[in-house]
């Protein structure tokens, strides 16, 4: 598959690039999506949630009544669950929910990922250009004459880009991220993928 190449005014530079077949025109595997988004929605839960059970509960241990013959639920002690201010039955603990998920099973995702929007023609290649200063206008343009600006967008690029990232952190539909860090659900979440020129090469040294 061959893209045209565009600058930073939306034009056509005149120039194409062949994107790699066996990331780009790779037999998409819904299962392996599935596993890898899971498992990194999941490493993303700090898992600190905790409440007090009946033994962490401060109070007396005297039995406030006795154990037969009031017609009410037997109680111990202050620190029943069932009084308030008692400690929690079966409450969340500190527990870690990240999963594990081989290396080859997250590359066969990722370029699971990258060829449904392949087919879905949601891929613009445009050549290497960066801001002097941040600016959000300018990147809101850019996307504009892409016309691209309505839709959730990854600007991906090879190498550390400051000002274009800066210039996205106020945008609600844009997004940017080094190749390197590029993973299957920033890929499903958006609906347009911008490779900057020289990523392409560089995800290839990835993924193949």
Do not use: W
Request: proline residues 2%; contains cysteine; charged residues 30%.
């Amino acid at each position: 598959m061959k893209l045209k190449v565009i600058d930073i005014k939306g034009k056509d530079t005149g120039r194409k690039i062949s994107l790699p077949k066996k990331i780009f025109d790779f037999e998409p595997n819904n299962q392996a999506i599935y596993l890898d988004i899971k498992a990194q929605m999941a490493n993303k839960r700090q898992g600190t949630h905790k409440t007090k059970e009946r033994s962490e509960i401060i109070g007396s241990n005297r039995k406030i009544k006795k154990q037969k013959g009031t017609g009410s639920a037997r109680a111990g002690s202050i620190k029943n669950p069932i009084y308030r201010g008692g400690g929690r039955i079966f409450g969340p603990r500190v527990r870690d929910y990240s999963q594990k998920i081989n290396k080859k099973l997250k590359c066969i995702a990722r370029k699971s990922a990258l060829s449904i929007k392949a087919r879905s023609n949601s891929i613009f290649v445009v050549e290497q250009f960066s801001f002097d200063k941040p600016s959000t206008k300018g990147l809101i343009q850019f996307l504009e004459k892409l016309k691209i600006d309505s839709k959730n967008s990854l600007v991906i690029f090879a190498e550390e880009n400051k000002n274009v990232y800066l210039s996205s952190r106020n945008l609600k539909k844009a997004e940017t991220v080094n190749a390197c860090e590029l993973n299957t659900y920033l890929i499903s979440k958006a609906q347009n993928l911008v490779f900057f020129e020289d990523s392409i090469s560089k995800l290839e040294r990835i993924l193949i």
